[in-house]
């Protein structure tokens, strides 16, 4: 099998729920946003945005915010984890929103494709990282999104965690269905 540094980087890389309190540096934060900005984008678009939030105060209150609305779900794991005494995002020191310009041709997947460079770079420089999709119900809440001080035509679609993983012991891959593979020669 074929192997290199980032083939390495792509394997080792796991979601990360447990963060030192300390702040990332600038550099290795700036480094990641770079990393993000350089994805496949449809048309060339780049219709991404990024709020980068390292104030503990606000990333607790997002997250209480979002518990509250979890509770009031219909599915049931998802009210449960709205009532637990779970930190949404990890008691992350950095959580970026990542948002997409609506009137661009595939935001969603644009987004989606620089929030992956986000966390491969991330695991490149040793830095914990977890996509959040629970989000979603603090971006519900449009009062709440207007905090955020998104452009004008973006919407929020996700949100990741970085930060200095608490421990060393990294939780391994689970099994890859390989299953998955079709070939038309």
């Excluded at 997250?63 to 995002?89: L, P, Y």
């Excluded at 929103?97 to 491969?120: E, F, H, K």
């Amino acid at each position: 099998m074929i192997s290199n540094e980032i083939l390495e980087n792509i394997k080792n890389r796991r979601s990360i729920r447990s963060f030192k309190a300390e702040q990332i540096k600038d550099e290795e934060l700036e480094a990641i946003l770079e990393a993000s900005i350089y994805a496949a984008t449809g048309h060339n678009d780049q219709p991404w945005h990024f709020t980068v939030i390292q104030n503990a105060e606000f990333i607790d209150y997002m997250s209480n915010k979002t518990k509250e609305e979890m509770k009031k779900s219909n599915i049931s794991w998802i009210a449960k984890m709205g009532q637990s005494d779970r930190h949404i995002f990890y008691n992350t020191p950095t959580l970026i929103v990542v948002s997409g310009r609506q009137d661009s041709y595939s935001p969603l997947t644009d987004c989606s494709a620089a929030i992956q460079n986000m966390l491969l770079a991330a695991e490149s420089l040793n830095i914990g990282s977890v996509w959040i999709g629970l989000i979603d119900f603090f971006f519900a809440l449009e009062e709440e999104v207007k905090k955020l001080k998104l452009p004008q035509g973006y919407k929020p679609y996700y949100g990741v965690c970085l930060g200095y993983k608490a421990s060393s012991k990294v939780p391994t891959a689970p099994e890859r269905n390989k299953e998955v593979i079709s070939y038309i020669k």
